[in-house]
């Protein structure tokens, strides 16, 4: 029981700050706030995860930053509605961007997380 708690605290917390920072960002014709948090959000998964992986966080630690917040405060939901207003809006660049930028971005962004915390 005490998981379930600290997963949903974690995913609490995680999404009021996305919805602050989207709701900060995501001005003008690109979805800079969306963005920003899911590839700050792989970055601190990939530490989170280094710093498990490396025995410095308790099992709570994991349930209330990774699966919680990280859960909470990144968003494929929102990703995938803004991706496809810009198909279909036809600005084809800009989605290209931000689909590349959002999966390769957050996959280097969780990798560089991850090797930052030592061995």
Known sequence: MKAFLW????????????????????????????????????LLMGLFWGLAD???????GRQLLM????GGFTTLSAFSQESNALLQQQ??????????GTFLGGLLATFAGYKAIPS
Not at 19 to 36: I, R, S
Not at 67 to 70: A, D, I, L, T, W
């Open 7 to 42: 997963v949903g605290l974690g995913g609490a917390m995680g999404s009021m700050l996305r919805f602050a920072l989207q709701y900060f960002f995501n001005v003008g014709a690109f979805p800079w706030g969306t963005l920003g948090v899911n590839l700050a959000g792989c």
């Open 54 to 60: 490396r025995g410095s966080m308790p099992d709570s």
């Open 67 to 70: 699966s919680g917040f990280c």
């Open 91 to 100: 600005r084809n660049l800009s989605f290209f961007l931000y689909a590349a």
